[in-house]
């Protein structure tokens, strides 16, 4: 697996960066940061993006293979990618295919990139034919935290953030789970988010290509993901992630017995975070089966779900569309 490291604040990050990297080599930062003008003390040579769910495509990655071509980067060299997790996707794909690979650190600047995207090698982007279809299983030189970065988020994607770490508590740590759901306010301390990401690791290792165990981390995608491209990504990653938790929830409790209890607590949790409980689909039953036709975890009929027994109990299981379907419509 790729070193983690943590740091406080971004004077440390920069003094890492320019320790650890060659002159020649390249910075690319989520344009989301460049008011907070940290490429003014770095020494390598860096250059700013703008990405969004909408724009993570094809065309995108051809752009940042055209600034590793325009800035000679040849495979002795490396980068570092500073930004959310749209951003550590696209140009992690683009790295680990330009010139059959090159060296690259994840420095993930959102909650969300933080406790998700930046580990476990995966990235990837988005076509015709739904989230994360071409991608590649290649894992960075390292994944830098810097817990200073979480200021310069707005509330909501701290929140959207803290979905994902709700997510990790329910497959894997009734003590984070508690800690999140009977905290005063949404802010965490660092050790919560240090424990999270130490579930996904700890999940990846067992299982780095996603043929069994890891499938455990998409609790709450496989609906998730259907409500972010029916609302055409104008809901976040996070909203349409912890609706999609919510039916699971209640897929759980029918096929595994899920005590009531847990379902009531995470909903009082959203209710704390002011997020919605659910989503009335836009498209079509045909659009909707579609997408679920083209999910990477689905056969011909059915797709592989992950749902719970109890806090920390998932189980990987396969429905048939007709049933999720039927849970979506009603």
Known sequence: MSRNIYLNNTEELIKYINEDLQNESLIILDSALEQFKLHSNLNASHVY?????????????EKIWEIMFSSNLNRSHEIVIIGGGVMLDLCSFAASTFKRGISYTLVPSTLLAMVDASH?????????????????FNLPKGVIVCFELLNTLKEKDYKDGLIELVKHGLIGSKEIFDKLISAEDFKIETEVIKKGIQIKEDIVKEDYLETGKRKYLNFGHTIGHLIEQDSKFTVSHGEAVAIGMIYELGLSKKHFGLPQEVIDLYISYLEKLDYKKSYEFENSIDYLLGILKDDKKSKSDSVDIVLLSDVSQPNLICISFDELIEVIKN
Do not use: C, M, P, R
Not at 49 to 61: F, G, I, P, W
Not at 126 to 134: S, T
């Open 120 to 136: 476990g090698g995966k990235n990837g982007f988005n076509n015709d034919y739904g989230k994360n279809q071409i991608g590649t």
């Open 49 to 61: 993006l703008k990405v969004s769910e909408e724009t993570k495509n094809l065309e995108t990655v």
